[in-house]
Structure formats: C-alpha cells, structure tokens
C-alpha cells in the first residue's frame, strides 16, 4: 500500500470549544480550521504539528459514530489517517489482502479530502483512516 506520510490523528471529544481551547492555551498550538461534515455528524477542528495534523472531533448527534466511541471507550485516540494516492487502488489492494472495509468506496471528509476507513478488527484494532487530496490538490497549512 505505501502510504506517503500519517495526513493525521482523528481524537475524540466531547466538547470542541474546551479541546480547541486546551490544544491552543496548553500546547501552544494554532487551530487553524473548525468545520462541520454533516453526513458523519461531526465538527471537527484542525491543528499542524510538522508535517502532520491533529484533527479533533466532536459528535453533533447523540446517536453519531464519535458520541458513540466516546460512550463505550471515553475521550481519546479516535483514528489514525495515512496519506494515500490513487485511494481507489488501494482500498481494492486492502480488500485482496483480506482487510474488512468500511468503505469500499471513498467519501468526502473534512477539508474537501476524498476518505475511506478499514475496519479495526483487520488492523489489530486500530482504525486506519485512508486520505487523498482530489486530483491537482495539495495543501498548504
């Protein structure tokens, strides 16, 4: 698969406002995106750290992934996301392998990125997000 770099660390959070306001007060850290994915009923927030991107997230219904990972398991370590290129090609590699998908098709994530999951129970459980700037895009933060 080969992915190109971690694009970022997806942590869970039952209050955005308090978490964005830790990141910046605490570790000196800028937020420099805050932004709602509707259709995965979440707000997240963005911070740069080198070259890689702490993105906290926050459940905007009771019943959404995130209220629920933070109902079983607390606040925390939600996800990690690699950077891929040709995302198609790699979700169709992960599934040859014997990877269960979430997605077997990309989606569109928080800052315009084309996203598709693997499920915990094939990456020892850890939920590996995959992430690919749409063609001719690259980002600069």
């Given at each position: 698969?080969?992915?190109?770099?971690?694009?970022?660390?997806?942590?869970?959070?039952?209050?955005?406002?308090?978490?964005?306001?830790?990141?910046?007060?605490?570790?000196?850290?800028k937020?420099?995106?805050?932004?709602?994915?509707?259709?995965?009923?979440?707000?997240?927030?963005?911070?740069?750290?080198?070259?890689?991107?702490i993105?906290?997230?926050?459940?905007?219904?009771?019943?959404?992934?995130?209220?629920?990972?933070?109902?079983?398991?607390?606040e925390?370590?939600?996800?990690?996301?690699?950077?891929?290129?040709?995302?198609?090609?790699?979700?169709?590699?992960?599934?040859?392998?014997?990877?269960?998908?979430?997605?077997?098709?990309?989606?569109?994530?928080?800052?315009?990125?084309?996203?598709?999951?693997?499920?915990?129970?094939?990456?020892?459980?850890?939920?590996?997000?995959?992430?690919?700037?749409?063609?001719?895009?690259?980002?600069?933060?």
């Amino acid at each position: 698969m080969k992915p190109t770099h971690i694009e970022h660390i997806g942590i869970a959070v039952s209050n955005l406002a308090e978490s964005v306001d830790f990141y910046e007060k605490v570790l000196g850290l800028k937020c420099y995106n805050i932004e709602e994915v509707a259709d995965q009923k979440v707000r997240t927030a963005f911070f740069m750290i080198g070259q890689t991107k702490i993105e906290l997230l926050e459940s905007t219904d009771p019943q959404g992934t995130i209220a629920r990972f933070i109902e079983k398991r607390g606040e925390g370590i939600h996800h990690i996301a690699f950077a891929v290129e040709n995302i198609e090609e790699k979700l169709r590699h992960a599934a040859d392998e014997g990877v269960r998908l979430i997605d077997t098709h990309p989606r569109k994530g928080a800052e315009g990125l084309d996203i598709a999951f693997l499920h915990p129970a094939s990456a020892h459980g850890v939920l590996i997000e995959l992430c690919e700037h749409p063609a001719g895009e690259k980002q600069d933060k």
